[in-house]
């Protein structure tokens, strides 16, 4: 299994970012998948998540900012970052998601936000 995650950089406060994650290995259309970040000094966090048919969940942090997606054909999920601030900086994983929790991660990317 491998998911390989893309898209992180630099940003000033109020930009934007893509996060994409390309899955191989897996039933991709079987698993839900997920966001997760980890800033530094703190624990991981789930951020987003996404079921197979589509419905998202949404940390109340980034809800209205963060938006999930996936495309099922070509085995990817995607974040679409808008209107980032600082604590949004963080190393952002994507993972697998069954079973009330994460299964398979993402080697992560880093996203920092600048004021």
């Known amino acids: 299994v491998q998911l390989q995650a893309s898209g992180g950089g630099s940003v000033q406060a109020g930009g934007s970012l893509r996060l994409s994650c390309a899955a191989s290995?897996?039933?991709?259309?079987?698993?839900?998948m997920a966001w997760y970040r980890q800033a530094p000094g703190k624990q991981r966090e789930l951020v987003a998540r996404i079921k197979p048919w589509g419905n998202t969940n949404y940390v109340d942090s980034v809800k209205g900012r963060f938006t999930i997606s996936r495309d099922n054909a070509k085995k990817e999920v995607y974040l679409q970052m808008n209107s980032l601030k600082v604590e949004d900086t963080a190393v952002y994983y994507c993972?697998?998601?069954?079973?009330?929790?994460?299964?398979?991660w993402g080697q992560g990317t880093q996203v920092t936000v600048s004021s």
């Open positions: 290995g897996i039933i991709f259309s079987n698993n839900d």
């Open positions: 993972a697998t998601y069954n079973l009330g929790g994460p299964g398979y």
